[in-house]
């Protein structure tokens, strides 16, 4: 397996996408934040784009289409808002299929005191820090600093620990400008990636698997398809990634997913 490593563009490596794809089915997974829509001030205002919209309704006509988003599930399904995908939030602790399929998974049921706990705790200390706030995602929690000082972020770090320090069974992972509180499970999206190609039937070999995501948490999930799917960076730095392409940013995720789609369309 290659180690992680900078990569090339996809639009520069068009033939060799279209020669992976050629005869296959496509099941393409997508985060949401820094993927979809650019990263911004307060979660709530990161709306979808009308372009991304069109590219993502264009490709779930031609393949299996999966939002993987650290967001709470309703709240992901709610701001894409298309009935014919799949969702995992929470970082794939809880799963949905479209529209009135059964499909469905919820991980983690034991750690909801903890983590309700544990989001009392970090409410009470971590507004100290001017800037930040909690999220209470119940599967999961959120501690935003995206508008906190640079200098200030240090001694927020040290109030969730101090917070943590009674619930063993929760770990802090790190995002782009979040902290997020999970349970201790091995459980993340790389895993809910795998969970889905299997319940799906698409994890042999005439399924080609692709995921997009911009942050650390998504790396889970370009390392488990290594090997055997495709990942794409959304990210405009040279950062070691174990994805196999990077794109500058998220306006060239529905230029790419749109030459996906037409290579799809002409493989029929």
């Given at each position: 397996?290659?180690?992680?490593?900078?990569?090339?563009?996809?639009?520069?490596r068009?033939?060799?996408?279209?020669?992976?794809?050629?005869?296959?089915?496509?099941?393409?997974?997508?985060?949401?934040?820094?993927?979809?829509?650019?990263?911004?001030?307060?979660?709530?205002?990161?709306l979808?784009?009308?372009?991304?919209?069109?590219?993502?309704?264009?490709?779930?006509?031609v393949?299996?289409?999966?939002?993987?988003?650290?967001?709470?599930?309703?709240?992901?399904?709610?701001?894409?808002?298309?009935?014919?995908?799949?969702?995992?939030?929470?970082h794939?602790?809880?799963?949905?299929?479209p529209g009135?399929?059964?499909?469905?998974y919820?991980?983690?049921?034991?750690?909801?005191?903890?983590?309700?706990?544990?989001?009392?705790?970090?409410?009470a200390?971590?507004p100290?820090?001017a800037?930040?706030?909690?999220?209470?995602?119940?599967?999961?929690?959120s501690?935003?600093?995206?508008?906190?000082a640079?200098?200030d972020?240090?001694a927020?770090?040290?109030?969730?620990d101090?917070?943590?320090?009674?619930?063993?069974?929760?770990?802090?992972?790190?995002?782009?400008?979040?902290?997020?509180?999970?349970?201790r499970?091995?459980?993340?999206?790389?895993?809910?990636?795998?969970?889905?190609?299997?319940v799906?039937?698409?994890?042999?070999?005439?399924t080609?698997?692709?995921?997009?995501?911009?942050d650390?948490?998504?790396e889970?999930?370009?390392?488990?398809?290594a090997?055997?799917?495709?990942?794409?960076?959304?990210?405009d730095?040279a950062?070691p990634?174990?994805?196999?392409?990077?794109?500058?940013?998220?306006?060239?995720?529905?230029?790419?997913?749109e030459?996906?789609?037409?290579?799809?369309?002409?493989?029929r």
């Open positions: 397996m290659d180690e992680p490593r900078a990569r090339p563009s996809p639009f520069d068009s033939e060799e996408i279209g020669a992976r794809l050629a005869g296959r089915r496509l099941a393409a997974f997508l985060d949401y934040d820094g993927t979809l829509t650019p990263i911004v001030a307060r979660p709530e205002l990161a979808l784009p009308a372009e991304s919209r069109r590219a993502l309704t264009r490709l779930a006509s393949a299996t289409v999966a939002i993987v988003s650290g967001r709470a599930l309703e709240d992901v399904r709610s701001l894409v808002g298309l009935d014919g995908l799949y969702y995992a939030g929470n794939g602790l809880e799963i949905r299929g009135d399929t059964t499909l469905s919820e991980g983690g049921d034991e750690f909801l005191p903890a983590l309700k706990e544990a989001a009392s705790r970090l409410a200390t971590v100290a820090v800037g930040s706030w909690v999220e209470d995602k119940t599967r999961s929690l501690v935003h600093y995206r508008q906190v640079d200098e972020v240090s927020l770090e040290s109030a969730v101090a917070a943590l320090r009674d619930f063993p069974i929760l770990r802090k992972h790190h995002g782009k400008r979040v902290f997020e509180v999970r349970p499970i091995d459980w993340d999206k790389g895993r809910a990636v795998l969970w889905l190609l299997e799906l039937g698409l994890s042999g070999p005439e080609l698997p692709l995921f997009f995501g911009d650390v948490t998504d889970d999930a370009f390392r488990a398809l090997g055997r799917g495709l990942g794409v960076r959304v990210a730095d950062q990634t174990w994805a196999d392409y990077t794109l500058r940013d998220t306006s060239e995720v529905p230029r790419l997913l030459m996906l789609t037409n290579a799809m369309e002409v493989g």
